[in-house]
């Protein structure tokens, strides 16, 4: 059974640094992007990042692109979200999510159980 991780979420102020962690013992020779979503409380869940395990190629959503940023360490099977300049509206439940694929032609996705971000203003 695969289990995906995430560590790190806490309270923080406006301004602060945090880094997140996920780890999972999925099998990293069907594994394509590693993802980072979140959820705000009363709204959909939404992409954050997303890092190729191959390549370590990043995209990022708009509301975060310059000051979030992911990484990964492939011995460890862990990707990392650096969050600086936090703001309110980042306050979520951040979720990691891994993009398996067969490489013939299915595709699924393991998710994390979340970690808790609230950041006062």
């Known amino acids: 059974q695969v289990q995906l991780e995430e560590s790190g979420g806490g309270l923080m102020q406006a301004g602060d640094s945090l880094r997140l962690s996920c780890t999972g013992s999925?099998?990293?020779?069907?594994?394509?992007?590693m993802n980072w979503f979140r959820q705000a409380p009363g709204k959909e869940r939404e992409f954050v990042a997303a890092?190729?395990?191959?390549?370590?190629?990043?995209r990022y959503a708009d509301s975060v692109k310059g000051r979030f940023t992911i990484s990964r360490d492939k011995a460890k099977n862990t990707v990392y979200l650096q969050m600086n300049s936090l703001k309110p509206e980042d306050t979520a439940v951040y979720y990691c999510?891994?993009?398996?694929?067969?490489?013939?032609?299915?595709?699924?996705?393991?998710w994390g159980q979340g970690t808790q971000v609230t950041v006062s203003s």
């Open positions: 999510a891994a993009d398996m694929t067969d490489w013939v032609s299915s595709n699924w996705a393991y």
């Open positions: 999925v099998r990293t020779f069907s594994l394509v992007n």
């Open positions: 890092i190729t395990w191959s390549d370590g190629a990043t």
